[in-house]
């Protein structure tokens, strides 16, 4: 019981963390670590699989993501970053108040736990949940997938052509007009495309 | 046969995007077939056929899918706003890659829809609502221009915070109640807890923001007015009609059940909107914004005739939902065929424009009569439901407030038809021509069928109207 008292203490720091760090490096990292925290728990509450999907998908393949996007970003000055820092602490500077008040109401008053649960259903397997019993949810998520792939095909596909294009002219010693994609010549994608390093 | 309307259109956007050339071009008929496809099956199938099971593979056709006579009027508003929206997109949109990225997701948008209306469990739910989401923000940006992108943010934003509560009332629903099924939850909710309460309240809150309800229709103009032409009608058509209004007559009738602390909710929320958007249209310069405005205010009489809990104001709220996602993709279209011809949405450097576009601005005249609720037309019949619904349950106020309502909504809409259509045609526009076929077409289809839904009310409202009523059991 101490154990994940002080795990979800850590895990309430660690998505703070995430929340008010400017710098989006280590916030992303705060991110991995508070779902590294999470896995943790469930792995305690007899939730394996879950704790494996948490760790792997959200820990490990959304922080990548993170990171590469974040690749793509402006690199900011220390100067810069620091302003941001402080604009960002005086915005969010009531909110670890506001959660530990919170913590501290919730354990003076306690949450009435006057209902009955339900009788836990007999534990299926979770192919056999997925398979059987939730198909159309997976069908759902096939279709989400797809419509993230076309996401990617309109908003980022036409861009690196365009791209290419540019560089292959002034390979041919040629000046590469504006690159103009489709019907309007873009503003924030390009913005996004200058490399940190 | 109600997973065909999500299995066909899946397989074929799969088989679209082969790599073979010719298929590319499959696009946009394949979409136009699935319209009139859907369409036909909404009007003419019995009931009991669309809960059959017609094909079966290897069990996975064996979904969790139910089709009522509230699903079958969105299945036939999303394949009249899929058929409006395809035409325009195709007359706007200049790149062939961009047509068929656009016809692809339009397509996946439909399946969302689909799926939303036809599912019976909460998970289920959530999980198409994702997908008419992230076809949306994609969809909103698809110019790539400064205006769609930050409009699509905001969409995508709120639309994550509307999600996660969302998904925070279902993991409570689950922890309570044991289950995600409709059946199971309504069944739960019948000795609630102040768990299931704080869940219920947290869900429709999420469902509000979808639906772009006062206060939480921030995102609603800039998405709609910065979105291409095309989607634009599919957004205000269809799109925040299916993820949020209809979700909440489902929810409520179905799940929740009218409890005096829902029907409150309701009808102040729905008063509220239909002020708040009554008022902001009335000071709006572009176009699209102030038909956003009037879509937020319009969605107010839905949600209002619902708050009754009456079976005339659920039938009301139905009807007008119909009507509305008919005159509003009408208007959205002709503001579409007004931004073509012209470059600009900005009303006030407009005038005079029916002489040139006298088709746009006939069609133009039909759709603000019906949301104005003018008789003979259809929005007139839905409104007068709406009215009569919330003055017999006793809600006199709120009656006179829709009433007084749409006295602004009639003032709005005279003051763009001045600005937009009527008057002297301004020296910069005497050049314009009328919209493009592509365009048109829609514009006289929506046209008719606002004009044929309000002279043949009563055989639409013995029909369609009154039987929505079985929904409440």
């Known amino acids: ?197 | 046969m109600s997973s065909l309307l999500i299995l066909v259109p899946l397989i074929g956007v799969l088989i679209l995007n082969l790599p073979l050339g010719f298929v590319k071009r499959l696009a946009f008929p394949f979409a136009l077939a699935l319209a009139f496809a859907q369409a036909g099956l909404a009007i003419f199938s019995p009931l009991d056929l669309w809960n059959r099971v017609l094909v079966t593979f290897g069990g996975f056709e064996a979904f969790n899918l139910v089709v009522d006579r509230l699903s079958i009027v969105l299945l036939l508003s999303i394949a009249i706003v899929l058929f409006a929206t395809l035409l325009v997109g195709w007359a706007t949109l200049q790149d062939e890659k961009k047509k068929f990225d656009f016809a692809n997701l339009l397509i996946l948008a439909v399946v969302g829809m689909n799926g939303i209306v036809m599912v019976r469990d909460l998970f289920s739910l959530y999980i198409f609502l994702e997908v008419v989401g992230v076809t949306s923000f994609v969809l909103i940006s698809l110019d790539r221009d400064k205006a769609g992108l930050e409009g699509s943010f905001k969409y995508l934003i709120l639309s994550a915070v509307a999600t996660a509560m969302m998904l925070t009332a279902i993991a409570l629903l689950l922890m309570t109640t044991g289950t995600t099924s409709f059946a199971g939850v309504a069944a739960a909710l019948k000795s609630p807890s102040y768990l299931t309460v704080l869940a219920v309240s947290i869900f429709v809150g999420g469902l509000s923001i979808k639906g772009g309800l006062v206060p939480f229709h921030g995102w609603l103009p800039d998405a709609y007015s910065s979105a291409p032409a095309g989607v634009s009608v599919l957004l205000a058509g269809v799109v925040t009609k299916t993820t949020g209004i209809y979700t909440v007559i489902r929810l409520v009738t179905t799940v929740f059940g009218f409890t005096p602390q829902v029907k409150a909710v309701l009808l102040f929320v729905g008063a509220l909107s239909i002020v708040v958007g009554a008022l902001a249209a009335l000071g709006q310069k572009d176009f699209k914004r102030m038909l956003a405005y009037s879509s937020i205010s319009q969605m107010g009489y839905i949600i209002l005739s619902l708050g009754t809990g009456s079976a005339l104001g659920i039938a009301g709220a139905v009807f007008h939902l119909f009507n509305h996602a008919i005159f509003k993709t009408q208007l959205f279209v002709n503001a579409a065929a007004v931004e073509e011809q012209t470059g600009t949405r900005d009303m006030d450097v407009m005038g005079g424009l029916s002489a040139r576009m006298p088709v746009t601005g006939t069609t133009s005249v039909v759709a603000f009569l019906s949301t104005a609720g003018i008789p003979p037309l259809s929005g007139f019949w839905s409104k007068l439901i709406i009215i009569v619904a919330v003055w017999v349950s006793g809600y006199h106020m709120y009656a006179a407030l829709a009433l007084l309502a749409s006295l602004i909504t009639c003032a709005y809409f005279l003051s763009m038809q001045r600005r937009v259509f009527f008057g002297t045609l301004v020296e910069e526009f005497k050049t314009i021509k009328e919209a493009k076929l592509g365009i048109l077409i829609p514009e006289v289809v929506l046209a008719l069928i606002t004009i044929g839904v309000g002279v043949l009310f009563p055989h639409i409202l013995n029909t369609f109207i009154l039987p929505i009523q079985s929904i409440l059991g």
């Open chain 1, 1 to 197: 019981m101490i154990i994940n008292l002080l795990l979800l203490i850590a895990l309430t720091i660690g998505a703070l963390w995430s929340v008010l760090k400017a710098d989006l490096v280590k916030a992303a990292i705060a991110l991995a670590v508070t779902s590294i925290i999470l896995t943790i728990l469930m792995f305690r509450f007899a939730s394996p699989l879950a704790a494996v999907f948490e760790l792997s998908v959200c820990a490990g393949l959304i922080t990548v993501i993170f990171m590469s996007t974040i690749s793509l970003t402006k690199y900011r000055t220390p100067q810069q970053e620091e302003v941001r820092q402080q604009s960002r602490d005086r915005r969010y500077a009531a909110l670890p108040v506001l959660v530990i008040a919170a913590a501290g109401v919730l354990t003076l008053v306690g949450i009435p736990m006057n209902f009955a649960l339900p009788q836990a259903a007999a534990v299926g397997d979770v192919r056999s949940v997925l398979w059987n019993e939730r198909q159309l949810d997976l069908l759902g998520q096939m279709l989400v997938i797809l419509a993230g792939f076309f996401g990617i095909s309109v908003l980022f596909k036409s861009k690196v052509k365009a791209v290419g294009r540019a560089g292959a002219a002034l390979v041919r010693g040629e000046l590469p007009t504006t690159a103009t994609v489709g019907d309007k010549s873009q503003t924030t994608v390009p913005e996004m495309a200058e490399s940190r390093h």
